[in-house]
Nanobody, 126 residues
Framework: QVQLKESGGGSVQAGGSLRLSCASS????????MGWFRQIPGKEREGVAA????????YYADSVVGRFTISQDSAKNTVYLQMESLKPEDTAMYYC???????????????????WGQGTQVTVSS
């Protein structure tokens, strides 16, 4: 079992920045992949970014390439999502997730991740 807790959400104006943090209850190297996902009420959860912990290889949704950066700090057992040039369409609840077993078939597919945090709200105003 791994417990995840997100923080860092808030309200910003378009063009602004936020950094989300995801603290893991155990050594992040015991997870194979960790990712960030987001969801708007009434819509399906979507993958935003993920990282293969052992190599730090990163994966991004097309909509955030060049604006968001996922990173990890093993000393703090924390994964971050740095979000730049935020747009109103980035408004959502953001969730951190972890997968501890083998490589998912689709890296950014939410159903591939069994462990989830409670989420942190990001609101971007125009």
């Amino acid at each position: 079992q791994v417990q995840l807790k997100e923080s860092g959400g808030g309200s910003v104006q378009a063009g602004g920045s936020l950094r989300l943090s995801c603290a893991s209850s155990r050594d992040i190297y015991r997870s194979r992949y960790m990712g960030w996902f987001r969801q708007i009420p009434g819509k399906e959860r979507e993958g935003v970014a993920a990282v293969y912990i052992r190599s730090a290889r990163t994966y991004y949704a097309d909509s955030v390439v060049g604006r968001f950066t996922i990173s990890q700090d093993s000393a703090k057992n924390t994964v971050y999502l740095q979000m730049e040039s935020l747009k109103p369409e980035d408004t959502a609840m953001y969730y951190c997730a972890a997968r501890v077993s083998d490589t998912p078939l689709v890296i950014l597919r939410p159903s591939e991740y069994p462990y989830w945090g409670q989420g942190t709200q990001v609101t971007v105003s125009s």
